[in-house]
């Protein structure tokens, strides 16, 4: 197949789906309705199989009824029976474990079975929704039994890794390196939830399918850029991972370094995996490496207080339940990234991201460069604000442009106004998990919404001099703010040092 004519839109071809940590959350919550949505669609093949690797054995039939409750509990979608059973038709699960190698032998077996029964011509998407310490010893059995290779012309072997990617630049070379000596990189669908979001795939299409924008596009006319990712939730009953992990680790080198790598890559040359990814990769490597000084003085680090989200009593981040009462671990992260090229010189790109704000949302917004005022000198100016392109991301998907108008009237005043555009007033889609696409495209072989080598270790590249940074401070210049709050004051100093402030999150 030539790599740029991938044809999306019917079945795609036969497989066996097979995913490991198949007694996870990941799998009920998301993987299961995110295949029903498939196989509703006409998206799933005729020839397919799904095969559970769980650790401990399982009687009968409890991993069928595993993913069929599942379904049950997190359908996005009034879940036809028919549908339903003919899915569920096809599960098997089987027991293999890490630790001993023979147990691979075991799936080998198992895999060669079903797939014959199934006839799913040995294509393979391996599934691997396991805690990260599994990605590199399964994927390295996979190759020691036989089951992951490819052969020139033979069927395709695929294996999509879940986050988190590394902890850090150094561990996520390490992680590359280990899979990479076991799979080649066509095999390797790295995952970012982020990237199957339908407004974050639109960032793209608004930015190359109009003529409009890409033309002030660049520092000439673009004053700066803010991406923010609000969350209401807390670290609930993640404790012990998210005080390993905090908010730097846990959204910017992925999430929020994806959403600034679509609004600052240059235009590809085609829309194609190799294309979208190289430039991704590019504007991301021209973020400019801070020194420590420079690191600490250009981000925010802080940690939620005791408070009230949604009407709800919260406690402090400390008092959570598996959290260090010590902790200098950040709950919000705010950062202020320069990126070093000749389209983006000058324009800072400020981040932020945290739990237990006032609300849930996630935008970027693109504010323009002022209009020269001297026309106005005589004239009430009150009411001018900046014009700025929002992509409202989620939860209320839209666009809209802020520019400034005449209030109606004898006098000469001016109100800022908004032409706005909302996703559920052109299109109805049916609710979905965001997996759909991801695994859809994985199937057939687009690996253009999965992030390659290269990407991964951009992101944290442009995080690594705060992560070095901030381990040498320790508790030095941590902040807190209040639960349910727009997160820390010195966040808006940070901003407020440029002459700048931060659009409200409430
Ligand atoms: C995950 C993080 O990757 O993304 C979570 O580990 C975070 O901490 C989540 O809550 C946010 O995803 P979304 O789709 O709800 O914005």
């Given at each position: 197949m030539n790599a740029y004519q991938i044809n999306k839109g019917g079945a795609a071809g036969p497989c066996c789906f097979v995913v490991f940590g198949a007694n996870g959350d990941l799998t009920k919550r998301l993987l299961v309705p995110a295949l029903y949505n498939l196989a509703a669609t006409g998206l799933l093949p005729e020839n397919f199989c799904i095969v559970g690797v769980v650790r401990r054995p399982m009687e009968g039939d409890t991993f069928r009824q595993m993913l069929v409750d599942g379904l049950k509990q997190f359908a996005t979608r009034p879940v036809d029976q028919a549908v339903a059973d003919k899915l569920f038709g096809c599960v098997t699960s089987v027991v293999a474990q890490v630790d001993d190698p023979d147990s691979f032998k075991d799936l080998a077996k198992h895999l060669e079975k079903v797939e014959a029964g199934r006839n799913t011509g040995g294509n393979r998407l391996f599934y691997l929704a396991t805690p990260p310490n599994g990605f590199a010893p399964i994927t390295r059995l996979l190759r020691e039994v036989g089951l992951s290779q490819e052969e020139e012309g033979g069927p395709w072997r695929r294996v999509i890794v879940e986050k988190p990617f590394g902890t850090d630049l150094a561990s996520a070379q390490a992680l590359n390196r280990q899979l990479l000596s076991v799979l080649t990189e066509d095999q390797i669908y790295r995952m970012?939830?982020?990237?199957?979001?339908e407004t974050v795939q639109n960032i793209m299409i608004l930015r190359f399918a109009n003529g409009l924008f890409e033309p002030i596009w660049n520092r000439d006319h673009i004053d700066h850029v803010q991406i923010s990712v609000a969350e209401t939730v807390t670290v609930e009953r993640r404790g012990a991972f998210y005080d390993q992990t905090g908010a730097l680790r846990d959204m910017v080198p992925n999430h929020l370094c994806q959403l600034l790598s679509l609004i600052a890559m240059e235009p590809p040359a085609r829309y194609a995996a190799h294309s979208v990814r190289s430039e991704k990769a590019e504007a991301l490597a021209a973020i400019t490496q801070y020194t420590p000084e420079q690191a600490i003085l250009n981000s925010v680090r802080s940690q939620y207080g005791p408070g009230i989200v949604k009407d709800q009593a919260v406690t402090a981040y400390r008092a959570s339940q598996d959290v260090n009462p010590k902790s200098v671990t950040p709950t919000y992260t705010a950062i202020k990234f320069a990126i070093d090229n000749w389209r983006w010189a000058g324009v800072p790109f400020y981040l932020r991201t945290g739990k237990a704000l006032a609300k849930r949302k996630t935008e970027i917004a693109i504010q323009f460069k002022d209009a020269p005022i001297a026309m106005f000198r005589d004239t009430s100016l009150s009411g001018m604000g900046p014009n700025t392109l929002v992509l409202d991301i989620q939860p209320d998907e839209g666009i809209t442009l802020h520019f400034n108008a005449k209030v109606p009237g004898p006098k000469m005043d001016l109100a800022g106004v908004g032409m706005e555009f909302k996703y559920k007033d052109y299109f109805e889609a049916a609710a979905s998990t965001g997996y759909e696409t991801l695994i859809y495209d994985c199937m057939i072989g687009d690996a253009m919404l999965f992030q390659r080598a290269d990407g991964v270790e951009a992101g944290w590249s442009a995080v690594q001099p705060f992560l070095d940074a901030w381990g040498i401070a320790g508790e030095r210049g941590l902040s807190t703010y209040a639960a349910g709050s727009e997160g820390p004051a010195a966040s808006d100093i940070m901003l407020a040092r440029d002459g700048r402030s931060w659009r409200p999150i409430g």
């Open positions: 970012d939830h982020y990237l199957g979001k």
